[in-house]
């Protein structure tokens, strides 16, 4: 027995509805928007040691950090690897802020790179919504990323288990 082109089709279509409606039940939380970022850095791999990690800490003091491989050194401290939470107080992180500025941040390009030269790792600096991609031939930063990094290895970070690694 063949079952009818149309009658196949029609089932397939409510097969197809059925898992796109149950598909979307689960809610999954949203990274912050560049403009709610207070300080935000992000740091890409290179073939060596590199610390990897992209912190995000919005001007409500929500902060996430999901750390990757070689963070230990930066940090002082040891963060198991995946997504973590805090609420942080916002006193200090308003400090880099204004450390940023000090350092002529408002007036930097957003983009600062070769794609030529290889094994750079890519330092990504959000400051009160202002994204800096620093990855070759740009600013010297280093300051303000080593500030941001203790400030992280203060931070009571927690888990999180839902988010997976």
């Known amino acids: 027995m063949t079952i009818p082109i149309r009658l ?6 409510l097969i197809w509805a059925a898992f796109v409606l149950t598909g ?40 996430t950090l999901k750390v990757g491989p070689h ?25 880099v802020v204004e450390m940023a500025y000090e350092m002529g941040f408002d007036t930097l390009k957003s983009r600062y790179d070769d794609p030529r030269i290889m094994d750079v790792p890519a330092n990504i600096v959000t400051v009160n919504g ?8 740009g600013p010297r930063l280093n300051l303000l990323y080593l500030h941001i990094e203790r400030l992280v290895g203060t931070v009571d970070w927690k888990a999180d288990p839902e988010i997976a690694r």
Do not use: I
């Open 8 to 13: 196949w089709a029609t089932g397939a279509a």
């Open 24 to 63: 979307c039940t689960e809610t999954k939380r949203v990274a912050a928007k560049s403009s709610d970022v207070l300080v935000g850095l992000q740091r890409t791999s290179c073939y060596g040691t590199c610390p990897v990690y992209e912190l995000s800490v919005t001007k409500t003091g929500e902060a």
């Open 130 to 137: 202002k994204t800096v991609y620093n990855r070759y031939g």
């Open 71 to 95: 963070c230990e050194p930066a940090f002082g401290r040891a963060l198991e690897q995946g997504m973590h939470r805090a609420q942080v107080e916002l006193g200090e992180w308003n400090e």
